[in-house]
C-alpha cells in the first residue's frame, strides 16, 4: 500500500520545465529519501504532494484516491526555509499553527504541553520567538510539524541547525512515528542519514527521475563488484584478475581488485588463499549514496 | 474556501496588532490630539479676553487720529500733543507705557507717517486697530475737505453689507440654510481621512505580508492555509483593527468634544450673543444638542452655522463613509498584499507601491476640484469609478443636496465588482510571490506569476 503516489507529474515555470514527467511511489510505514542537487525539482514536488501548487500534469494519490484538500490535515511539512513570527509568543504560535491543521484549542494545548515536556522545553511557552536559539526555533517547529498526528510526514532536512544530541532526538523522535505506522518523506543533503534511515529514495536530477527504489538494492546495483582484501604475504599477490591497487597498509598490504563476471568473493579469495600468510578483512566495496549519488549527478552533468 | 480558516488568521492578524504598544498608543492619542485641536483655538479665544490690559502712547502731531482711538478692556491710549518724539524716546523707560506711536504733522500732499516704538513686538491687532484709525481718520479728513453738502447722508446711503444665504429646497418642499463652509470643512476632513488610513491600512497589510515572507514562516502555514485563504484573513484581520480604532476614536472624540462643548461651550455662544437665557435653558434641560443651541444663538452668523450643522444628516454620511472606507480599504488592501509578495524586504517596495497609490494621489486632486464643483462631469465620473470613488464620493456625500442614490448604488456595485476582481487577481500574484525568493520583482515578473 502506497501512502502517497505521484504519477507522472509535469510542472512549469513560464518556459522552464521543474519537473518533468516525475512519478515516485511511497510506500506505507516505510522513510522514503528524497534526494537531488540543489535546483534539482524536490521542492516542487514536495510543494505538489502538500497542494500548495498543482501539477500541470500528472496526478496525486494519497492512500489510493486522488489528493483532496481536506488531505492536509493527514499531512505534516516541515519545509526547509521554516520560520516563526519573531515577536509572538511561543505557545501562542504553537496553538496558531495547530488550530490552521484542523485541532481545537483544547487539544492542541493538550498536545503542545506533552510535546513540550518530552523536548524539555515547557518554560518556553510565554517566551518570543526572538529570545530563543536557532536550534530550540526548529524544535518547535518540529513539534508543530508531527503535533496533528499526520499520516505522511514530509521532512525536508529536519536536522539542519541542530547538535548532535538533537539530533538523536529529532531522530529517534522520526523513528519512533514510523514504527507507529507513520510514512515519512525525508529530503536531505546528509547522505549518512540517507543510509542510516531511509528504506526507499528517489533521486532527482535538473527535473527528472534519475533513479527510485529500495536504498540496499541500489547500492548494491551502483557496485563495481570491487573487493577489498587487506592481507599479509611474503610478496605481493599475483591477481588472477585485474587489481585496481596494491599498496603497503601499515604491516599489511591492501589490494583492492575487481571480480570477474559471475565470479563470487569467496571464489576470488579461494584462488588466492594459497599465497596468503594471513588475512586481517576481506570487504565488498558497496558505494555509499554519497558515491551514488556524487556519480549520477555528475554523469548527467556531461 | 475555508471560512474557519480565514476566521482563524484574521483572529491572529487582529490579537497580535491590538496587542502592539503602538497601537494602543495611537487610539488614545489621537482622538485626545484631534479633540485638542478642536478645543484649543476656542479656549485661546477665550483667553485672549483675559489678556493684561496694554497701555500705549500716541504723540498725534496730525490731531485727527487720535480722537477715533478708543480705549477697551484690551488697551487704553494715552493721547499727548506737543511734545518732543526725540526726549519721549529716550525716556522711554519711566513713560511706562508699552508702547509709543509717534503720528506726524499732514504734509502738503495731506499724508502723515505713523511710526510705533515699543520694546516688544506690537500684536497684530494693535497695529491694525491703529492703522485702521488712522486710514479712516485721514479719509474723512480729506472728504471733509471737498466740503460736500450733507456728505454724512450720501455716505451713510452708499454703503452696503449683503451677504449670500443659501437656501436648499429640498424635494419634500423644505427649505434648509446652508452654509457651504461647513459642508467643505466635513467633506475635506473625511475624504482626507479615506485616504490617509486606506495608505496607512493597506501599508499595514503590505508589511504583515512582508513580514510572514522574510521570516519565512509563510513556508509552513501554506501547507495548512490556502494562500488566498491567507491574504483574505489577513485583510479582514486589518480590516477588524481599523473598525476598532475607528470606533474607538469615534466615541472618544465625541466624548471630549461635546463633554467641553457641554460644560464651556455654552457660555462661549452666551457671551458673543448675548442671549444667556435660552442658553442656560438649554443647559439645565440637560438634552444637550447642536438645534437646541442653534436656536439660542439665534440669527447670528454662530446660529446659522450651528443651524446648518445641525442640518447635516451624521448618521447618513458617516454610514456612507463607513461604507466606502472599507470598500476602498478592500479594493487597495489586496493590491497592497499582492505587492508584499512580491518582496522581501520594506525598501524594495518603493517601484511597484507608486503605481497602485497613483489613482489615489489623482482621486485626491479630483477630490480638490469636486469641493468647487460637485457636479460637474469629473466629480461624477470619478465619483463612480472604483479606484477613485471612494475618496470623490464621500467628497460629494456632504454637500446639501447630496447624491443622487442611483449613482451611489451605481458606485458602491462597481466598487464591490472591482473589489471581487482585484482580489482575485492580487491572490493569484500572492499565491506565486510569497515562495518566490532571490530577484527583485518586477511588474513584468508580477504579470508572468499572473498565468502560471
Known sequence: MNTIECKNIVKEFGTFR??????????????????????????????????????????????GNLLKGDDVYKIGYLPEERGLYKKMKVGDQALYLAKLKGLNTRQATRELKIWFKKFSIDAWWDKKVEELSKGMAQKIQFITTVLHKPKLLILDEPFAGFDPINVQLIRNEILRMKDEGTTIILSTHNMESVEELCDNIALINKSNLV??????EIRRKHGKNQVELIYKASEALNFSSSVISDEVFKD???AIFNLEKEETTKEAIQKILPEVDHILSVRELIPSMNDIFIE???KEAK | MNLNKINIVAGREFKVRVKKKSFIIMTILTPIIFAALMIIPSVIMMNDMGEPQ????????????????????????????NKNIDSLKQNFDQLGVDALVEITALDENNNFTITAYSTKQLSMEMKSNIKHAANDGLEKYKLAEYDIKDLKKILDDVKTNISVDNVILGEDGQETESHVEINMAISYILTFIIYMFVLMFGNMVMQSVIEEKSNRIVEILISSVKPFELMCGKIIGVAGVAIVQFLIWIILTGVLVFGFTATVGADMISNMTGNTEQVVQV???GAFDISSLAAAAGD???????????????????????????LGYLLYASMFAAIGSAVENEADTQQLVMPITAPMIIGLFI????????????????????????????????????????????????????????????????RVGILKYGKKATWKDLWKWLKF
Not at chain 2, 461624477?380 to 451611489?408: D, H, K
Open chain 1, 18 to 63: 521543474a519537473l518533468n514527467n516525475v512519478s515516485i511511489s511511497v510506500p506505507q510505514g516505510k522513510i522514503f529519501g528524497l534526494l537531488g542537487p540543489n535546483g534539482a525539482g524536490k521542492t516542487t514536488l514536495i510543494r505538489i504532494m502538500n497542494q500548495i501548487s498543482l501539477p500541470d500534469q500528472g496526478s496525486v494519490f494519497f492512500n
Open chain 1, 211 to 216: 533513479v527510485t527504489g529500495g536504498v540496499d
Open chain 1, 252 to 254: 599489511y598490504r591492501k
Open chain 1, 296 to 298: 549520477l549527478v555528475s
Open chain 2, 54 to 81: 496694554k497701555n500705549i502712547m500716541i504723540l498725534d502731531n496730525s490731531g485727527i487720529v487720535a480722537s477715533r482711538l478708543q480705549s477697551d478692556e484690551s488697551v487704553t491710549y494715552d493721547i499727548i500733543q
Open chain 2, 283 to 285: 443647559q439645565n434641560s
Open chain 2, 300 to 326: 447670528s452668523e454662530l446660529g446659522s452655522i450651528l443651524t446648518t450643522i445641525s442640518n447635516i444628516d451624521f448618521s447618513y454620511i458617516l454610514g456612507c463613509f463607513f461604507i466606502y472606507f472599507i
Open chain 2, 367 to 430: 477630490m480638490l476640484h469636486t469641493f468647487q464643483h460637485p457636479d460637474s462631469a469629473l466629480s461624477f465620473w470619478a465619483s463612480i469609478f472604483p479606484y477613485t470613488s471612494p475618496m470623490v464620493m464621500m467628497a460629494r456625500i456632504p454637500f446639501e443636496g447630496g447624491v443622487p442614490a442611483w449613482q451611489l448604488l451605481l458606485s458602491i456595485g462597481l466598487l464591490l465588482l472591482f473589489f471581487i476582481g482585484t482580489v482575485y487577481i492580487s491572490g493569484k500574484i500572492y
